[in-house]
């Protein structure tokens, strides 16, 4: 268990996590290749039907024995084998939480059907009355409070739905973007999986790391990573990816790390422009109230601190290089 933590381990993370005797995953996310075709370093992504799945059943059961009793398991796969990773998960003994759909803008263009604009991501947990959801942790203001001003709405804020449409496809314009791989899936999406379904201190397992973005948002969170990864150049990349992490101070006198993190994700998740929040007052209110609840904390949070920040950060994974 010491071995992975907090590195990206080169190999297939099959034989990897062959090798692993007990659970240690609190979390596991896991975005396989989808057998699209996709150009990778190592791996061929266009292997024939029956191989595919009898692959997949094989790797998510190597992640099911790493799992804690009370773990948490994330698969994001795209629609051809969706109903595949569904039944193997039921035959392996998971339990679905919920079925993800990650609505993505910035999809690819189609000639001759709808352009594909989707991923499913399947949310299971190992026993299905002990697992970790902090609801707090991605709450966000309600329609009865951002629309109506509804006095009985909960001041807490609401728990998003199934559907996630405010996370964009990293594209090869994005800041974020790490020119080195070919799929990099969003890190507030990581992000936002990772609050809910992981404390401070716990250990989060991507059996295909690729460019290291859930150890990203990991670290970021305060948790513990272990990525596996089968392409030697993807490693190397993703370590660098992770270092740059490690220097990550405040400028703000106000916010520290945690909280100026906290106040990107919220914009984020409430998919509303920064600067559409920093110019409305009842608007403003109800993002430093639900910041409060997300950092749940004491410290008394106002306006005035976080309203410079807000206006400056334009949120800045999703912005142009
Ligand atoms: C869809 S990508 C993951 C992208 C990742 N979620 C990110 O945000 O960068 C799948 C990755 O799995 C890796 N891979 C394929 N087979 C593997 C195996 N058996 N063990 C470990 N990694 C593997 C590929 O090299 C590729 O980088």
């Not at 062959?18 to 659970?23: L, T």
């Not at 807490?156 to 594209?171: L, N, Q, T, Y």
Request: proline content about 4%; some cysteine; aromatic content about 10%.
């Amino acid at each position: 268990m010491k071995d992975f933590l907090n590195k990206i381990i080169c190999g297939d993370c099959i034989k990897v996590l062959g090798k692993v005797n007990e659970p240690f995953a609190d979390l596991i996310f896991a975005d396989p290749p989808f057998n699209i075709g996709y150009k990778y370093d190592r791996y061929n992504d266009n292997l024939k039907k029956e191989k595919y799945i009898a692959w997949t059943k094989e790797w998510m059961a190597a992640c099911k024995k790493v799992l804690k009793p009370a773990g948490s398991f994330y698969i994001a796969i795209g629609d051809d084998y969706a109903a595949n990773v569904r039944i193997i998960g039921d035959k392996i003994g998971l339990h679905l939480r919920n079925w993800i759909i990650w609505h993505y803008s910035f999809g690819q263009h189609t000639k001759q059907k709808f352009a594909r604009s989707h991923t499913h991501i399947f949310y299971f947990v190992n026993d299905e009355k002990k697992f970790t959801f902090n609801d707090f942790a991605v709450r966000i203001p309600s329609g009865r409070q951002l629309i109506y001003s509804d006095k009985r709405a909960n001041s807490k804020g609401r728990i998003p739905d199934d559907v996630w449409a405010e996370f964009s496809r990293v594209c090869g314009t994005f800041k974020e973007r790490q020119g080195w791989h070919p799929c990099q899936m969003p890190e507030n999406l990581l992000q936002r999986i990772i609050a809910v379904s992981s404390n401070p201190g716990d250990c989060v397992l991507d059996p295909f790391s690729g460019s290291g973005t859930t150890a990203a948002a990991a670290r970021r969170l305060g948790r513990n990573f272990a990525g596996i990864e089968i392409s030697k150049v993807y490693v190397r990349q993703s370590i660098k990816r992770l270092e740059s992490l490690k220097k990550q101070k405040s400028q703000n006198l106000f916010l520290d790390i945690k909280e100026l993190n906290e106040l990107k994700r919220l914009s984020v998740d409430m998919n509303l422009p920064a600067q559409r929040i920093a110019g409305d007052k009842t608007l403003l209110n109800l993002f430093v109230n639900q910041l409060s609840v997300r950092l749940n904390t004491q410290k008394k949070l106002d306006t005035q601190s976080v309203l410079p920040v807000l206006m400056d950060c334009k949120i800045d994974d999703n912005s142009k290089k």
